[in-house]
């Protein structure tokens, strides 16, 4: 598929004047997605699950169809083990509460990266409050990747949990999981990997990563948003209490008291984002029908392309540009706001990310308030790096000209 024929399935990038890199933050959706949403509006749409009529018949279908093409999309070994939740925020908030009750109690540690997401950091900093544990960082080396040195000597203390981030959203920075996973393992840790901004990326498959838990967010991956996926080894779901209570986790209720469903509902209180899961499941589909690898060196071909472009003007700090970056790349106008520059390239119609990116201890560590990061995706082009890394030379000349 050419470049031009994949751009024309996403409607919104046919706008005019509108270069679109803040990927990171979301991505936009094909075609594909949008129409399988409408059709199961206008077609399929009822409740699902323990319907008598047909609609609620093809909802179901529809709903866990989804299911399994998120197992297929991932290669889970059960489809049972795919839960459904409103992204990664939620898995997080679920394994910190469910997980935690199960494996943490005064004096044990959890390890996390300095580069980790709000929504991991802050709901394993409460389940550590709650369980009497300490909550303890991964910290960076002096060339800004994850010290692996720290990590084992971290390790030493046995962790009960070890979460890591695998593409850093602030960063674009690789986590070697092929090398720590076996480590934290050996340790007799639980492993849980933030897969948020992986899977519009790389090819994931948990079974080969070997992690405990695995987790991601719909619309990071071209889908909508309000969806996502907790992937668990059973043995550790079944394992686990409920997170959230009500209908379609239960088996029976009475007054006096109440048994839970089996996976995946035991996790899944509550109507479930239907039309979600149906867009989650055609954006995985339309994933798996691209050529994944040639994606994947066009995407590093770009982010080469903004590395080399920046670093060519004066006046100009990377973060943790690495060759192995996937999606993103951080970056500062020395002297300059970071908001500013990105008011800036919003005047030129390019959209990038400003601010501290909900990794403020990773912002502490770089000793900065926050950082501009462009992101790219499938659908961008050589020219549209082109005329971002143009407009932050003519910001950088207008400033140097205007001190003088």
């Known amino acids: 598929m050419s470049l031009d024929t994949l751009r024309d399935q996403f409607p919104a990038l046919q706008q005019p004047d509108l270069i679109y890199l803040d990927n990171a933050a979301t991505t936009q959706k094909p075609s594909a997605v ?4 409408q059709r199961f509006y206008e077609a399929d749409y009822a409740n699902v699950h323990r319907g008598a009529h047909r609609l609620s018949a093809r909802a179901t279908r529809a709903f866990e169809g989804a299911r399994d093409t998120l197992a297929q999309f991932i290669n889970a070994p059960q489809r049972e083990s795919v839960l459904f939740t409103r992204g990664t925020t939620e898995a997080m908030n679920l394994l910190a509460t469910s997980l935690g ?34 909550l303890r960082p991964i910290p960076m080396d002096a060339e800004g990747r994850l010290d692996q040195s720290a990590f084992v000597a971290l390790l030493a203390d046995q962790p009960k949990v070890v979460i890591l981030t695998q593409i850093a959203n602030a960063l674009g920075a690789r986590a070697p999981l092929s090398r720590w996973l076996p480590l934290a393992k050996a340790a007799g840790a639980v492993t849980v990997v933030d897969g948020a901004q992986a ?10 990563l070997g992690c405990d838990f695995y987790a991601f967010s719909g619309h990071k991956m071209y889908g909508p948003t309000g969806i996502g996926v907790l992937w668990g080894k059973t043995e550790w779901l079944n394992a686990m209490p409920p ?7 239960i088996q029976k209720v009475s007054f006096e008291q109440s048994s839970f469903n089996q ?18 499941a055609a954006a995985a589909r339309w994933l798996m029908m691209q050529d994944r690898t040639a994606i994947a060196a066009h995407e590093s071909v770009l982010l080469e392309r903004a590395r080399e472009g920046l670093s060519a003007i004066g ?9 192995d970056n996937a999606g993103a790349l951080a970056f500062n106008m020395d002297g300059e706001h970071h908001q500013d520059v990105g008011i800036w390239l919003d005047q030129a119609g390019i959209a ?21 990061r462009v992101s790219v995706a499938a659908y961008n082009t050589a020219a549209e790096i082109d ?18």
Do not use: N
């Open 199 to 208: 899977v519009g990326h790389d090819i994931v498959d948990v079974q080969a």
């Open 263 to 280: 996976l995946p509902f035991k996790f899944e209180a509550g109507t479930p984002a239907i039309a979600e899961a149906v867009g989650l």
């Open 352 to 372: 990038v990310r400003c601010g501290h990116h909900c990794c403020q201890p990773l912002m502490d560590a770089l000793k900065v308030r926050g950082t501009c």
């Open 315 to 323: 006046g100009i700090t990377l973060y943790s540009a690495f060759e």
């Open 34 to 37: 949008l129409e399988a949403m």
């Open 101 to 134: 009750a199960i494996t943490l109690k005064p004096g044990d540690t959890i390890l996390i990266d300095t580069w980790a997401h709000h929504a991991s950091i802050v709901p394993w900093q409460q389940a550590a409050q709650r369980a009497g544990a300490t």
């Open 387 to 404: 005329a971002f890394v143009d407009a932050v030379r003519e910001m950088r000349e207008f400033l140097d000209e205007d001190a003088h």
């Open 243 to 249: 997170y959230q209570f009500g209908g379609e986790m």
